[in-house]
């Protein structure tokens, strides 16, 4: 990812802690209000924070509304995410960027962040390719799809971040990406917010909290007792995938990335914890450590297949 060293260091308060960047999921079972009054809190002490969002159930309701059915399909890996065609797209768009984003950037001003709304095109702040075809699963056979907007982050617009941050700013990141097409072109293109939040934790050097609407991963995901609390060697990193079932095992994925990328530590937390932030900063929740992480990427090609899976 490219400027992380302008951010790294420049984005550190005067305690010398890294920024944070928070994903906040877009499950109609997560409530934003612990996350907004932590973020005020936090910027208030002096800590950069940048914030991600997501919005799968408003997405899906805007679909609806504008006369269609969401469609989900299933990945060569078997992974269940978004298939994004061109009517699809506009509805992510207006869900996205328009609507959440600026309801969710009002409800940090109105706690007293200066919070400024960014979709990932604005200043190509999230960019890469378009994938316009996906590789599925239908019957039981192997598909191509093709008219699919969605894209793979291959470079963050950390000088943009840096930029608003150094003046006292507090981003509020939404897809859709920058997707560049093969003519030079540039079309908005679904990307998950997981792995946004992952790109840009990355690219600053930031701790990243993925908050969902569990207390993080369970060695038995039926059972909360037995929470996972830290992962601090490649081989605890293991025991967490192998744990991590359904959602929570993109979250795992993109956790990975965001520490081989340059995040010093991943916390997954339960957003509606008391101080979800906070506590999760405070070892609540999951902890992965940079440590955890060998160097290889053994999911790269399942990551490439999961590109359709949505905020």
Known sequence: MSGSDAVADGGSDAAGDPPVVVKIG???????????GDVADLVADGRAVVVVHGGSTVVDETIERLGMEPEYVESASGVTGRFTDADAMEAFTMAMAGKLNT???????????????????????????????VRVVEDGKRKIRRGEHSGTIESVNADLLAGLLADGYTPVVS????????????????????????????????????????????????????????????????????????????????????????????????????????AALDGSGTTIERSAVDGTDEDAEDAEETEAVDA
């Open 175 to 278: 897809p859709p990406m920058e997707g560049k097409e093969g003519d030079g072109g540039v079309t908005p293109v679904n990307a998950d917010a997981d792995r946004a939040a992952a790109a840009v934790a990355g690219a600053l050097g930031a701790d990243l909290v993925l908050l969902t609407d569990v207390a993080g991963v369970y060695a038995d995901p039926d059972d909360p007792d037995t929470l996972i609390e830290s992962a601090a060697t490649p081989a605890d990193l293991e025991a967490v995938e192998d744990a991590a079932e359904g959602f929570m095992g993109k979250k795992v994925m993109a956790a990975k990335e965001a520490l081989s990328g340059g995040s010093g530590r991943v916390f997954i937390a339960d957003a509606n914890a008391d101080d979800p932030i906070l």
């Open 26 to 36: 877009g499950a109609r079972a997560v409530d934003p209000a612990g996350a907004v």
């Open 103 to 133: 309801e969710l950037t009002a409800l940090f001003r109105e706690a007293g962040v200066d919070a400024v709304g960014l979709s990932g095109v604005d200043g190509g702040l999230l960019s890469g390719p378009r994938k316009s075809a």
